[in-house]
Structures are given as C-alpha cells and as structure tokens.
C-alpha cells in the first residue's frame, strides 16, 4: 500500500493544523486560507490529503514529528510536564481563591478544594518523578 494511501491519525491531523497556525502567525496564510486549509486538514482519511495542505510551506528545522518526539522522550515529556504542572497550579489557586473567598463571609467550611486538588496533584506528582527516573535512566 503506498504512504499516502495510509490512514491519517489524530497527531497528523494535528501536526498539520500546527503547521498551518504557524504559517498564519507568520504571515504566509491569509485567514481564508488558513480556515479552508485547517478544516480540509480535520477532514483527512489519508495521509495523502494531508500532504498538498502543507507542501507548499516551508517546515521549520527544529520541528520533529509528533510520533518521533513520543518516541524519544516518551507521551509526557519535559515541555508537557511543564504546561501540565503550569495548569495545575492555576486551577488550584483559583479553587483555593474561591474557598477563601466564600469563607470569609461564612467562616471556615470544609476544605473541598482537596478534592479538586489533591488527587490531581498526586498523579501529576507520580507521573513527574517517574517520567524524570525514566530519562535520568537513558
């Protein structure tokens, strides 16, 4: 079967749109373009449809494959532990910021926000410390 008559999985489609947004911040899509562009690239079965949305556009040197960059630093790599931990430590402020907030007026209740909180941060936690055991291991 030939490479391009392959199906398409949701990380090409995505690696594509990636692409796409680039060129759109960098000037080279208009904004017609780019939405008939992003919607024809959600729209691909093969990764034959996926190729003529980005031929024409040059593919930044750093950029890798999606599939190679799980390869190498596994599905949770350093960058996305980052932004994981980044998110997590927003929501907790704002759910421990809307607790205090309520219990200014009414006294102290019970700490709901653990619950939102604690369970996240102890898997993110876990997936941190085995995710670095992994690459120190390399």
């Not at 960098?26 to 079965?45: C, I, S």
């Not at 930044?60 to 997590?88: E, F």
């Amino acid at each position: 079967m030939p490479a391009t008559e392959i199906r398409a999985a949701d990380t090409d489609r995505s690696a594509v749109a990636e692409i796409l947004g680039r060129a759109l911040h960098e000037g080279r899509l208009t904004v017609t373009e780019y939405d008939e562009r992003l919607a024809a690239a959600y729209a691909a079965r093969t990764l034959g449809d996926l190729a003529p949305l980005t031929a024409d556009l040059p593919e930044p040197a750093h950029a890798a494959r999606p599939a190679a960059r799980r390869a190498t630093h596994g599905s949770c790599g350093g960058g996305d532990l980052r932004q994981a931990w980044r998110g997590y430590l927003t929501v907790a402020l704002i759910v421990w910021t809307v607790y205090l907030t309520s219990s200014l007026g009414s006294g102290p209740g019970y700490p709901w926000p653990v619950w939102v909180v604690g369970p996240w941060g102890a898997v993110l936690l876990a997936r941190t410390l085995s995710t670095r055991g992994a690459l120190a291991r390399r």
